[in-house]
């Protein structure tokens, strides 16, 4: 039991502190996993983190499961999810609905009106984040254009559902061959 | 069953969110407002501005709040798990097989190959964002908002957290 309250503690610290996005987590977690705790060595740690980034989502949560998997069997993996994600839940709800509270006082529809370019700057930023780094990756800008070229026309022109668009490409991904010189 | 799409209205996000923790935010924007019309583009845009403000990756926040409003505690409990449980089940069963590929260019691929395409459900997120702000406060208000926001957020490294307080001020002062 005092390792899955080690466990727990780990991880909501981690949680707790992970400020500026999912990445940031990542040297909490191994300040708190190969450093603190010995959990895992050094390499262990990077070997999952690789593994993490080869799947979808958010990494700061996948690790906590996987991790708190490997230390303390399935209980140690709900532990460690739940001090990751539970506590700034609480705090958002909390938040939103006091908020809600006053929704129709006029200085809190003037609040969250504000907030709304503030988002938009955000979105924009990390749009052009993502344009630049797809134009810097293998695909480069031409293939990035046509892709986004081609993302736009049917996403928007006919209301194709992302889902479907991203599927057929991630199915694309894995068929394609390997051109010979990149046999792994 | 409101607590099945609580589960599908993350799960695809969950499954589909390449790319980084962002990534899933267009997906999410795509089933809570258009979709199922749980919340309008407004709405939305409070509650991401409120996530960013507070710690952890955002996917699971959105998740754990609108399943939460949805659906109560035991919503956010599926919204959570919706997002979470796809990668971590393959992560935990694939775990030898991936070791092994890891590095291999297809698994790279896919992060690479979708990336054009969540760039281009951020950029349609940003005009939505922009375009609701016009109609509601209009140009200046919107202009001056976002100008210092990218201003203080890229010139100035300073954290989104004191942005958005600093606009929440604003709003209160002026917008009402």
């Given amino acids: ?184 | 069953m409101i607590y099945a799409q609580i589960f599908l209205a993350f799960f695809i996000p969950g499954i589909l969110g390449y790319g980084g923790g962002p990534a899933s935010i267009p997906l999410i924007e795509n089933e809570v407002v258009d979709e199922y019309g749980w919340m309008s583009v407004n709405e939305f845009s409070e509650v991401l501005a409120l996530g960013n403000t507070l710690p952890g990756p955002i996917a699971t926040k959105m998740a754990g709040y609108i399943g939460y409003i949805q659906g109560g505690i035991f919503g956010a409990a599926v919204g959570i798990f919706a997002t979470v449980a796809p990668s971590l089940i393959l992560m935990l069963g694939l775990l030898g097989f991936l070791m092994r590929y890891k590095e291999s260019p297809k698994v790279k691929r896919l992060t690479i190959v979708v990336r054009p395409v969540i760039a281009v459900l951020l950029g349609v997120m940003t005009y939505e964002f922009f375009h609701s702000s016009f109609k509601d406060i209009g140009s200046l208000h919107t202009v001056l908002i976002g100008g210092v926001s990218y201003l203080l957020m890229e010139r100035m490294k300073v954290h989104p957290a004191y942005i958005i307080v600093g606009a929440l001020i604003y709003g209160a002062l002026v917008l009402s």
């Fill in chain 1, 1 to 184: 039991m005092k390792k899955q309250s080690k466990l727990f503690m780990a991880f909501f610290r981690v949680g707790l502190l992970g400020y500026g996005g999912g990445p940031s987590s990542i040297p909490l977690a191994h300040k708190e996993v190969v450093e603190k705790y010995k959990w895992l060595t050094s390499d262990e740690f990077s070997d999952i983190l690789a593994l993490g980034n080869a799947l979808p989502g958010p990494v700061a949560t996948k690790m906590a499961g996987y991790i708190g998997y490997r230390v303390g069997g399935i209980t140690g993996m709900f532990n460690a999810l739940i001090a990751t994600v539970v506590p700034t839940i609480i705090l958002m709800i909390l938040l939103l609905t006091s908020l809600n509270a006053y929704k129709d006082e006029p200085w809190v529809n003037g609040m969250a009106e504000a907030v709304v370019p503030v988002v938009a700057v955000m979105l924009f930023v990390l749009t052009w984040g993502f344009i630049k780094k797809s134009g810097k990756s293998k695909l480069g800008w031409g293939w990035s254009s046509v892709l986004i070229l081609i993302s736009l026309v049917l996403l928007e022109g006919i209301n194709l559902h992302p889902a479907i668009l991203i599927f057929v490409l991630l199915v694309g991904a894995l068929l394609k061959k390997n051109p010979p010189a990149e046999k792994t």
